[in-house]
Nanobody, 119 residues
Framework: VQLQASGGGLVQPGGSLRLSCTAYGSIGSINVMGWYRQAPGNERELVAT???????NYADSVKGRFTISRDNAKKTHYLQMNSLKPEDTAVYYCNNQGRTGWGGRFDAWGQGTLVTVSS
């Protein structure tokens, strides 16, 4: 299973960006789709997750500004980021956890996409 992330870039404070992540390969089901980020000098941290039933979880720092969503048919999930702040600057990684077409479990990461919030 491979994940392809896109949508990062440079944006001014207060602006918006939308990240996308699509899964490829022999996939039976995806239980958890998530976004994580890692700023320079910091550890990777959870941003948001969404499970197959649609329940979501957000880091306190992004609640009310970011929205995670998923399109199961497209094996794609999104992160809509609004009211961006300089402290949101980081490499954003997508993650999927589920089962392959053969029934085995997988935990896959995307390659990372850079989000820079700066004037």
């Amino acid at each position: 299973v491979q994940l392809q992330a896109s949508g990062g870039g440079l944006v001014q404070p207060g602006g918006s960006l939308r990240l996308s992540c699509t899964a490829y390969g022999s996939i039976g089901s995806i239980n958890v789709m998530g976004w994580y980020r890692q700023a320079p000098g910091n550890e990777r941290e959870l941003v948001a997750t969404i499970i197959s039933g649609g329940s979501t979880n957000y880091a306190d720092s992004v609640k009310g500004r970011f929205t995670i969503s998923r399109d199961n048919a497209k094996k794609t999930h999104y992160l809509q980021m609004n009211s961006l702040k300089p402290e949101d600057t980081a490499v954003y990684y997508c993650n999927n956890q589920g089962r392959t077409g053969w029934g085995g479990r997988f935990d896959a990461w995307g390659q990372g996409t850079l989000v820079t919030v700066s004037s």
